[in-house]
């Protein structure tokens, strides 16, 4: 019944459809359902990799009157897989990867299965960057509708902050502009309220002169930990709006450019990036190194394309991954000491713990003003357990959930919808605080019948 089903679903799609169909027993099936997280394995009945906008139409319309469930996928990063479904039809956006560069406007327009490594590819020529997040691998989509966490946050504020329009298909079929003049409320839904709402085929960014950049890793050894995290707590709070730094506990990488000295070493690292003249970089730097002198020292001038892809290849697609997530307003000292309990415990090289500032020019927007909820948290805090061998699942995640666990009562109450696994509609609730009801009643409007599903979902009311 089922396989009669999707059988009906895409002979239905096929004549409407520029891009390719892949069905079960493709030569290109397995390949072509694979995800980032390498601990996802899901069989999805049909996957429409869509060329156009029209594909998309054609193919939502397909899965809600083929009664089929519906997933979305752009970069295929999300922790939890949410690009993906057992036994549905995915919508695969990586074949819409336009990037459009008004450089005298300083507007970015943006296919929806771009990753930043496409947009920064093209706009980095006029020395042009939006607001993104860490990894360039990651997919536009995801990261904008969540929000968007980054090494620009502190100057020029969230991806949703520099947001300026997007281009939606909805679970009507229609294609809608929404912006601050059109269809305002699903602009505001959009800014953080994840895939709830409808495919993003395009979207519009403000960009910023962003050329290269003073920025990367500086490490400590563990037992300096302590003191960096309280030092880096009160510099971040007040620092200067151009500079950022995340802190992390890494495990070193055996391999060039870290000295010898220190591969597969847990180590404290604070990984910078700042905008301002180059040529007072050294001496804004200075103190810094002065204070807490580290160990290894690789910040200096970065064209802000290679500081946006540092980390591409230590985390490459396929890895198991395991997320947990939450917002801190107030770094105490007590906290600080379970965030070191824990991070001296990492479980695999690749797994580690990230504090990230959302503070400064993210914090120029109020609570209520995007669906983003927590403008007045000062950290979001992500903690990961990663390694290729899936053997070492279950020790990974129950460190990661141990870590979370004990830092949760600490932490301002909700973590960040891009860095969460699929944990149900209570985290989801937290995630959103006072939000959430208006977020519900949007989704009554857009999409009363829940299409747009496999997301961090938000029930319509």
Request: proline share 7%; aromatic share 10%.
């Amino acid at each position: 019944m089922e396989s009669s089903l999707n059988e009906t679903v895409a002979t239905a799609l096929k004549p409407h459809f520029r891009g390719e169909l892949i069905q079960p027993g493709d030569a290109t099936y397995d390949q072509a359902r694979k995800v980032y997280n390498g601990m996802i394995d899901k069989r999805p009945a049909l996957i429409a990799r869509c060329t156009d906008v029209a594909d998309v139409i054609a193919a939502v319309n397909a899965a809600r009157d083929g009664g089929l469930m519906l997933a979305v996928r752009g970069g295929a990063h999300n922790g939890a897989g949410l690009g993906t479904c057992d036994g549905g039809l995915v919508i695969d956006l990586s074949p819409m990867k336009g990037v459009f560069v008004n450089a005298k406007r300083r507007t970015l327009r943006v296919g929806g299965g771009c990753t930043w490594g496409d947009v920064d590819h093209a706009a980095s020529p006029y020395g042009l960057a939006t607001p993104s997040g860490f990894i360039s691998t990651t997919g536009v989509g995801g990261l904008t509708l969540g929000g968007g966490i980054g090494y620009l946050s502190r100057a020029f504020g969230l991806t949703i902050d520099n947001l300026l329009s997007a281009e939606v298909v909805l679970a009507d079929g229609r294609l809608v502009n929404a912006s601050d003049d059109e269809n305002a409320d699903l602009f505001w839904a959009l800014r953080g309220g994840g895939g709830n709402f409808g495919v993003v085929t395009s979207f519009e960014f403000k960009a910023h002169p962003v050329g290269t950049v003073y920025g990367g890793p500086m490490l400590w050894p563990m037992d300096k930990a302590r003191e960096l995290m309280k030092w880096w707590r009160e510099f971040i709070l007040t620092a200067p709006q151009d500079i950022n730094g995340w802190f992390g506990f890494v495990t070193v990488p055996p391999a060039p450019p870290f000295p010898d000295a220190v591969h597969l070493q847990k180590m404290c690292a604070v990984v910078w990036c700042y905008t301002g003249p180059l040529d007072e970089a050294e001496a804004r730097f200075q103190p810094i190194r002065d204070t807490v002198p580290p160990a290894v020292d690789f910040a200096g001038p970065i064209p802000w394309p290679v500081l946006q892809s540092l980390f591409d290849a230590l985390y490459p697609p396929g890895l198991q991954w395991y997320w947990k997530a939450d917002f801190v307003s107030d770094l105490s000292d007590k906290a600080i000491d379970l965030y070191i309990k824990y991070g001296q415990q990492l479980p695999t090289m690749h797994s580690t713990m990230h504090l990230y500032p959302i503070n400064g020019a993210a914090h120029r927007a109020g609570r209520n003003d995007t669906a983003f909820s927590y403008r007045d948290a000062n950290f979001a805090s992500v903690i990961v357990g990663v390694d290729p061998d899936p053997a070492n699942n279950d020790r990974m995640t129950q460190w990661a959930k141990d870590y979370w666990l004990a830092l949760h009562p600490y932490a301002a109450g909700g973590g960040y919808i891009n860095m969460m696994m699929d944990e149900g509609n209570d985290n989801v609730k937290a995630a959103y605080r006072d939000n959430y009801a208006r977020l519900a009643e949007i989704k009554r409007k857009y999409d009363p019948a829940n299409l747009f599903r496999v997301n961090q979902n938000i029930r319509p009311t």
